[in-house]
């Protein structure tokens, strides 16, 4: 991959760490173009000292044959600024290779990534036989929490809660499997097993969410555009989940022709964008219940919440997105 490095505004030592420093982070990109030809790629690095605030600008413009992707960040630390804006970039790789198999069609089995086993307390004294009893044990569960992980970040993207692409799926993932890990307990099997999962995953998503805000408020705010989606809503749903979601609100004809095709995924849509807008305990209720399949008992547990109040928000939710749908469709629904 070809790599240019463009500065300015910086002193000539300046220019010499932004370079070297950006080389060497050039590898964890380049090691996700392997389906790509050497020279179908090119990379370039703008390196900018904002002087007035004492900061630096570093965007990452990766060009492939079929997108252009950008990841721009600014610190005070310019070793900093060029982490964050090649996260940005490696985040952004990784949707985008998901989103092109999944439309081609192609089925990927979601495997236990490299897990930082230094993490893992002494006391657990994890042997090195154990990973593939636990791999074996944790396998089954990972594509479905995978996806539920996936559909709150959308949501609180959605909301602008947090910008595209800052909170990562996979680490998030990888966070639960270390906790997993951690607290192993052979007693815990089956549903038992899956709702703990869940309510870890939860708790991973709601201090991943609070800690990007907390620093947030520590960064440098630059001007950047609006980065279109690169994937649907309906990228992060089986067609069973599709299904419960929309038989909360029933069409007058369920005949499966092109038209009602084609209005089943507007109206899909149209709920799931009204979702993103009700409370988010509420809504992570309607989600474990409707889609997930976790009954109210198990969700008051994950939620640490009385029965009655999680029983309350999920009516409360099937009652607002079929009024809501009512208003925007009229009686056709």
Do not use: C
């Not at 240019?4 to 964890?28: D, L, Q, R």
């Not at 657990?124 to 970040?153: C, W």
């Not at 990007?212 to 990228?235: C, F, G, L, N, Q």
């Not at 899909?268 to 219940?289: G, H, T």
Request: overall charge negative; charged content about 35%; glycine content about 2%.
């Amino acid at each position: 991959m070809e790599v240019k490095i463009f500065t300015k505004e910086m002193s000539e030592a300046e220019v010499k760490k932004v370079k070297e420093y950006s080389m060497a982070k050039v590898p964890a990109i380049e090691s996700l173009l392997q389906h790509f030809a050497p020279d179908a790629a090119n990379l370039r690095i703008n390196a900018e000292k904002l002087g007035r605030r004492s900061a630096y600008k570093v965007e990452f413009v990766l060009h492939l044959p079929s997108k252009i992707i950008i990841g721009e960040e600014a610190s005070h630390e310019i070793t900093k600024a060029v982490d964050l804006a090649k996260d940005r970039i490696v985040r952004q790789l990784k949707k985008h290779e998901e989103l092109l198999r999944s439309k081609h069609g192609k089925k990927h089995k979601l495997n236990i990534k490299e897990i930082d086993y230094d993490k893992i307390p002494a006391v657990t004294e994890l042997k090195p036989k154990n990973k593939d009893i636990f791999a074996d044990i944790l396998q089954p569960h990972l594509v479905k929490l995978n996806k539920f992980i996936k559909r709150e970040i959308f949501h609180n993207e959605s909301l602008d809660i947090i910008p595209q692409d800052v909170v990562e799926s996979e680490s998030i993932l990888n966070d639960v499997i270390l906790d997993f890990y951690a607290n192993y307990n052979p007693q815990m099997k089956g549903k038992a097993l899956e709702q703990w999962l869940y309510t870890v995953a939860i708790s991973k998503i709601r201090t991943a969410i609070d800690e990007y805000k907390e620093e947030d408020m520590k960064e440098i705010p630059i001007e950047e555009e609006a980065v279109p989606r690169t994937s649907e809503i309906e990228d992060y749903f089986e067609e069973k989940e599709i299904e419960n979601v929309m038989n909360e609100v029933p069409m007058e004809s369920d005949e499966e022709t092109p038209e009602n095709i084609s209005s089943k995924k507007e109206l899909f849509r149209f709920l799931m964008a009204e979702l993103s807008k009700v409370d988010a305990k509420k809504r992570e209720a309607f989600i474990l219940n409707k889609m997930e399949g976790f009954v109210a008992a198990q969700i008051s547990e994950m939620q640490h919440r009385p029965l009655k109040s999680v029983t309350m928000d999920i009516e409360f939710v099937q009652k607002v997105l079929a009024e809501r749908a009512k208003e925007e469709f009229g009686e056709e629904v």
